[in-house]
């Protein structure tokens, strides 16, 4: 059974910080790319920060230099330490995990945990 858990998301004031945590089971986690996601009312879900298998990173602009993902594959997590926080980034933080697999053919896993809210609000 494949599992993607969230944790650490809460109400906090804007400036404040945040370190949301992913915990995975049923997985290879170390040959998987993880991610960031988050969806705000109304709002199309969108990529906040992806980290590879080989540990390489990227950030949507709105967060670059306030978050920062990491993953500790001996613990199969995944973390976003979250800076400096906004109003804006208040959404719901969904976990990712996938794998693009080529033997025959291409194969694609994609996995999704059930998110955690976040609130920024004063």
């Known amino acids: 059974q494949v599992q993607l858990v969230e944790s650490g998301g809460g109400l906090v004031q804007p400036g404040g910080s945040l370190r949301l945590s992913c915990a995975t089971s049923?997985?290879?986690?170390?040959?998987?790319?993880m991610a960031w996601y988050r969806q705000a009312p109304g709002k199309q879900r969108e990529l906040v920060a992806a980290i590879t298998s080989g540990s390489s990173t990227n950030y949507t602009d709105s967060v670059k230099g306030r978050f920062t993902i990491s993953r500790d594959n001996a613990k199969k997590m995944l973390y976003l330490q979250m800076n400096s926080l906004n109003t804006e980034d208040t959404a719901v933080y969904y976990c990712k995990a996938d794998l693009t697999w080529f033997d025959q053919r291409r194969r694609d896993f994609t996995f999704w945990g059930q998110g955690t809210q976040v609130t920024v609000s004063s």
């Open positions: 049923g997985i290879i986690f170390s040959i998987y790319n």
